[in-house]
Nanobody, 120 residues
Framework: QVQLVESGGGLVQPGGSLRLSCVASGFTFTNYNMSWYRQAPGKERELVAFITSGGFPKYANSMKGRFTISRDNAKTTVWLQMNVLGPEDTAVYYC??????????????WGQGTQVTVSS
């Protein structure tokens, strides 16, 4: 059974940081490119960052410098470190898995999402 389980979301003050985790199971993690997406209320889901199966990260332009994606194949886990958070980062964050890289990413698996709320 394929699972992507996100955690680490919550309420954080503006300027703060959060680290999201996504633990994968049920598929060959090393063969997959892993992505983080987010969806804010009333907005379309957008790609935040992805990391290739070989460990090379790519970021959406608006996320560069504040967010860091990483993975540990031995732990079948991908992380998203988010710094200097602002209210505009409030969203449900999802991880996803794709064997190929394309635009849009042809994700085969999705997690259930974790809520991030940035508010004072």
């Amino acid at each position: 059974q394929v699972q992507l389980v996100e955690s680490g979301g919550g309420l954080v003050q503006p300027g703060g940081s959060l680290r999201l985790s996504c633990v994968a199971s049920g598929f060959t993690f090393t063969n997959y490119n892993m992505s983080w997406y987010r969806q804010a209320p009333g907005k379309e889901r957008e790609l935040v960052a992805f990391i290739t199966s070989g460990g090379f990260p790519k970021y959406a332009n608006s996320m560069k410098g504040r967010f860091t994606i990483s993975r540990d194949n031995a732990k079948t886990t991908v992380w998203l470190q988010m710094n200097v958070l602002g209210p505009e980062d409030t969203a449900v964050y999802y991880c996803a898995a794709a064997r190929r890289i394309d635009a849009p990413m042809p994700n085969e698996y999705w997690g259930q999402g974790t809520q991030v709320t940035v508010s004072s």
